[in-house]
Each structure stands twice: as C-alpha cells, then as structure tokens.
C-alpha cells in the first residue's frame, strides 16, 4: 500500500509562536519524500513527527526569506551526519544561489551525502531523476522570486472486470492484452481501449508566499492536495498585497475554481493567535474539505480516483 501524505512540521510565518514552528512541510509520496521550505527548528520537528533524515530523497524551496529556509542548516548536515546513502535533490530560485551556498555551508561539518544542486532558472519542468511523478515550478509575485511546486503523477490505465467478463476475457488472454495492446478471442479482435480506462494520476501543489497572481491558479488546477499559504485573513487584505501573501477567502476561491479536493492552509501571521476566522473565511468560499494546518498534523493525499 501505497502511503501518501503531507507532515507538517510547522506552519508560523515570519516569526513562531509558542504552539507554532517556523514553516516545514514533508510530502511523503510511495518511497519518496519532498521537504518544503525548512525553516528554523525543522530538524527538531522531524524528531517529533518521526520523520528521519533518511526519509528525505528531495528539498524544494520556494524562496528565500528566512522562515522558509534558515532550516537548511541543520537538514543539510543531519543528512551528511546519518551518511544519507541516496541521492538528495535540492531545487531553488536560481537567483538565491549565494543564499544556498552560505546555508549549505553555514558551519563546518564533514560530508558524506551526494546532495544535488538544481537551482531554478525559470518556470517549467524540473529534472527529477527516478521520480514516480513530474515535478515543475511555477513563478510566484514576492518581493523576492518565489516558485511554487507541482507534483502530478502520469495518468494511469485500469481494466474494467464487467468489461472483460462480457468479453469472455480472462487468464492469460488478459496478460496478452495487456502486452500487446490486443488479443484475439472467439474470432474477433478485442482492443486494449475497448475494455481499459483512464485512471487519473494525483496531484499535489505547494503555493508558498505570494500575493494573487496566475501561479496561484495554476499551480492549483485538479490539485488532489494543496496546501498554500493563507498569511492574513480578508480584513487585512491590503496588508496581505503590499506584503505578497495570500489571505484564507483569497486562497479558498482560487482552490475552488481550479477543482481542488483537500485544501489545506498554513504560514499564518502570529497577529491571528486563533484561526477559527480562517477556517470560517475559506468555507465560505470553498466547498470541499478545508485543513487548518496544526504543527506535527499528518494530512493524507485524498484517495486516489
Ligand atoms: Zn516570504
């Protein structure tokens, strides 16, 4: 059984309260595991939401302010200290390179791990070697360059059972089908696209500091999961533009209309010490279930199609 999830490890902009850390996110996808944004006290969060460094085949940041990154540190060098054996991939701007190299190389420590760098240049696709999914970055509006991510797994095919009793399928002939696309029974040709179906791949999106732009709504379209960032509720959406960040109805809408099922917001501004407004706020715009993100919260992908 495949596990699919998103642990949070923290869900505080800017600065953590005392029930919330910094900003951290793991996306536990089959074998893989994708760290968003790790800022400060992520390593220590890891411990407490069982999630090792081992875990960690990916690091995506979206950006370079220090509640999205200033946990790297500490993430980099556990990785090194437990002798990672796998590949680690780091995706980032590009253009916060110096950044990455001084929190790559904050302090000294002796490296054993095979951490690759995969700076962003721009939006698109992003090489993910070995991946069951693809993965892209699209562009955010940020008072520095911000990239949100998308995950989507390849459409899958599955076989209708009623499809292949009324054919009189079954057995080997089913194997054969499946193989070459066709097989031949009583005399008659059946097609593989007679007796299959699509089966939708899932989606998750990470949309972390930005004010409303067209990557918002991108990066959210079909998304099975998304968790994005809800800094300020609609009162304060001014305070929310001229900072480049969302609020909770400005974040619900755009997940509704790109067809989202789970919806799930984090990053908030510790001005708000309770969030039962943000809650209120992206019901009333959004249908489907909404997730008020809780430090150490495990939230399942919903199942698939
Ligand atoms: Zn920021």
């Not at 360059?145 to 599955?158: I, M, N, Q, W």
């Amino acid at each position: 059984m495949s596990q699919r999830e998103l642990v949070v490890l923290g869900t505080a902009s800017q600065v953590p309260t005392r029930h919330r850390n910094h900003n951290g996110y793991l996306l536990r996808w089959d074998g893989e595991g994708l760290l968003f944004d790790p800022g400060e006290g992520t390593q220590r969060q890891m411990l407490q939401a069982g999630v090792t460094a081992t875990g960690i085949t990916r690091i995506a940041v979206s950006h370079f302010h220090g509640d999205h990154c200033l946990g790297l540190p500490g993430v980099v060098q556990r990785i090194n200290l437990d002798r990672v054996p796998h590949p680690v991939d780091a995706y980032y701007p590009a253009s916060g390179q110096v950044f990455f190299d001084r929190l790559r190389h904050a302090s000294v420590y002796h490296a054993t791990a095979d951490l690759r760098e995969r700076p962003i240049a721009g939006p698109g696709p992003l090489e993910a070697p070995g991946a069951p999914f693809e993965l892209s970055a699209v562009r955010l509006s940020h008072p520095v360059e911000s990239f949100g991510y998308r995950l989507t797994e390849p459409d899958g095919v599955r076989l209708r059972p009623e499809r292949l009793r009324e054919l009189g399928l079954r057995g080997p002939l089913v194997g054969q089908l499946q193989r070459d696309g066709r097989v031949e029974v009583d005399g008659r040709t059946v097609l593989l696209a007679e007796v299959a179906e699509t089966r939708p791949g899932q989606r998750f999106a990470f949309v972390m500091d930005t004010r409303l732009c067209d990557g918002v709504a991108e990066l959210a379209e079909g998304a099975d999961l998304l968790a994005i960032e809800a800094t300020f509720l609609e009162a304060d959406a001014a305070l929310a533009e001229e900072h480049g960040h969302l609020t909770a109805a400005q974040a619900a809408r755009v997940a509704a209309e790109a067809g989202v099922r789970r919806l799930v917001l984090t990053h908030f501004s510790q001005r708000y010490p309770d969030l039962q407004a943000h809650r209120a706020e992206a019901e009333k715009h959004f249908g489907g279930e909404v997730v008020i993100a809780e430090d150490l919260a495990r939230i399942p992908v919903p199942p698939r199609r």
